[in-house]
């Protein structure tokens, strides 16, 4: 199981009560007539999102949004790109595309637990180091973590600036903290609301 994510903020002066609609409304027409190879997503609004970068100095406060489409092949990346600018769903991707004032993204690979997004309402973000990589630091992480609720994901591309893993859980497990984790990886929890779950 893959899942392409997408963090974004709204532009300066957008309405959030109709970016939010907008965001929901893509989602739903994603699940009214899926592309071939998807598997569901989940909309949230997620405010800890620091690989954003800060919001413009004098703009309105805005949370930002995490987007989770799960896909169950390499090739179905491709097939929801066609068909998010295809003629069933470009009018609602538009939509969020023309009011998003800054957005990055990464594809993550399931690894262990349960693989569903919306059942953990918690995010812990691990980042390393640049160059650093530490060969048992993914048993490490799913240490303590409930695995019918909880479940661990690894970056696998980078489309931006994006954490090297995610652990999705009802609580943070003793795995992902800060104490635990090798000199120079830090995470980041980051508490969700739903705003779309299909």
């Known amino acids: 199981m893959l899942a392409y994510i997408a963090w974004h903020r709204p532009a300066d002066g957008v309405d959030r009560d109709a970016y939010e609609r907008a965001v929901a409304h893509f989602h739903s027409s994603l699940a009214h007539t899926p592309p071939s190879g998807f598997a569901g997503s989940v909309a949230f609004r997620a405010p800890e999102l620091p690989w954003l970068g800060p919001p413009h100095p004098e703009a309105q406060p805005q949370p930002g949004y995490e987007d989770w489409y ?15 600018v295809s003629h069933g769903h470009v009018r609602a991707h538009d939509a969020v595309a023309s009011t998003t004032g800054v957005s990055t993204g990464a594809i993550y690979r399931f690894s262990e637990g349960n693989a ?34 909880a479940g ?47």
Do not use: F, K, Q
């Open 70 to 84: 799960l896909l169950d092949s390499w090739s179905a990346i491709g097939v929801l790109e066609e068909a998010s």
């Open 116 to 149: 569903s997004p919306g059942e953990g309402r918690l995010a812990v973000w691990v980042t390393r180091p640049p160059g650093e990589e530490h060969p048992s630091i993914e048993a490490l992480l799913g240490d303590g973590m409930d695995p019918s609720t």
């Open 152 to 198: 661990l994901w690894r970056r696998c591309i980078g489309l931006g600036p994006a954490p090297e893993y995610c652990l999705l859980a009802t609580e943070p497990s003793a795995g992902v903290a800060d104490s635990r984790l090798p000199a120079g990886w830090s995470s980041t929890v980051s508490a969700r609301e739903v705003l779309w779950n299909g």
